[in-house]
C-alpha cells in the first residue's frame, strides 16, 4: 500500500482514503470556463454537471459514454469534490487557473 492510499480516521469513526485527494487534483477552477465554476480537468465538463446527470439516474457507464473525454476516475472525482464540500473538508488539491 503506498502512503497516499493510507486511510485515515475520519469524523464519525469512518475511514477515508487519502486518494480523495488525488481525485481532487482532477477538478479544476478557470473563470473563463463557465464562470469559474468547478470542472474536470480544465475541459468544459462541470462537477455541478456530473453530480447533477448521477442524481437524475444516470449511470456513470452512460455519462462516460456521452462524454468520451471523461474518465471512470473523473466522476470519482466529482462526487469526492461534492463530499468535500458538504463535509466541509479541505479543498487545498482542486488547481486554480491564474
Known sequence: MRPDELPVLAARGT????????LLGRITSNR??????????GMRVSVEMVVNLLAQGETAEA???DYPGLEPDD???????AHAVLAD???DAVQLAK
Open 15 to 22: 475511514l477515508k482514503s487519502m486518494t480523495d485527494q488525488a
Open 89 to 91: 473538508d479541505s479543498l
Open 32 to 41: 473563463e470556463i463557465f464562470g469559474g465554476k468547478p470542472i474536470v480537468r
Open 63 to 65: 455519462i462516460l459514454a
Open 75 to 81: 466522476i470519482r472525482a466529482c462526487l469526492a469534490y
